[in-house]
């Protein structure tokens, strides 16, 4: 019988969401013999350390394997990975928390901080859209922070090339309570009957339409309350209808998994993995993390971000770097973080492609900048342009 035969798998329902199929799923052990680059496997979290991975993929074919691990371990192993010491100069952290710091202190003062989706007003202190405010800001930091071989390393693995990074700082203070357990965005985002509206095969899409990840920027030991997990959990699909019924509540809230991270140790995981901020047990820890969204091409991110901007603020910074020798890779990793990677949507009589079948995207422009060595005002005037051949 095909799944069109009984429809039986074409649209999920909540009344159908079996704790017992889920418990099964999640009741699994990470082999850790299936995943030969990582270190261990801990409480069921896949632990690497980035050090040992930048050794590894010396070579396409090195590289390849490893992003292949690591789509392994997203998609079909626990659902979540812990990078260790992914950022291994601390005052690259460190000064982007003063940047991020900043940003907070003024939304305070000018009265919009904002809150939490999954959490009470006032646990947290959170910066939305932090990504282009940062660039904008605090270019030659965001140049060091963005430009980090393991962010670009799991998102390529996951999304392919051409994603698109956007970020949000969350603060959780001493008491801050967590979170309650969610999928996220894009069908996480949508209520009961709204999500219950798309097929199955949009079930098994949305996940693969974003990557998540957070970098710790303190460290967080388990009382500071690091993020809680439930390995394997992104592997059942009707999840994003299941995970606001009780009984799942439940079942997450006495069985979850919690890892302490250092500063500089960064967590990637599939969207669809159950997961929420743990609760703030400490007495003077301020547990900041960046929140990263990483979206594929093809998909629609969260958040508006000023891309122009962002590469008209970063661009002297890659030009100076350049100069002094940065590697190309390096500059580039750059670029990807800054500016839109994708030609599309565009009015293709104003835009038309060149040399193929598709326009020139902002990413391919700034990077042209960077090796021509435009002026800023050259880049300015292309950018501006570029957007106004995109127009209907």
Known sequence: MSLTDSGSRIWLSEDRCDLDAFRSLVGQSTDPGEYPSADRVERNVLVYDSDRLRDLP???EGRRTVQGELVRALLDGPGVVVLKRAYTDPAVVDRASEAFTALI??????GTARGDHFAKPGANDRVWSALDKMAVRAPEVFADYYGNDMLALVSEAWLGPAYQVTSQVNVVNPGGTAQSAHRDYHLGFLGQERAAAYPAHVHRLSPVLT???AVAHCDMPVESGPTLFLPHSQKYEPGY????LPEFIAYFDAHHVQLPLEKGDAVFFNPALFHAAGHNRSVDIRRM???LQVSSAFGRAMETVNREAMANAVFPVLLRRRGEGAAEDWLRRVVAATAEGYPFPTNLD???PVDGLAP???ADTLWQ???EEWTPERLRDELRAGAKRRES
């Open 241 to 244: 209808l299941a995970w606001r």
């Open 211 to 213: 990557l998540q990840g």
């Open 360 to 362: 020139p995207s902002q």
């Open 105 to 110: 202190e003024d939304e305070r003062a000018a």
């Open 369 to 371: 900048a960077v090796a």
């Open 58 to 60: 010396g070579t396409l």
């Open 350 to 352: 104003l835009d038309p």
């Open 289 to 291: 993390a960046n929140l």
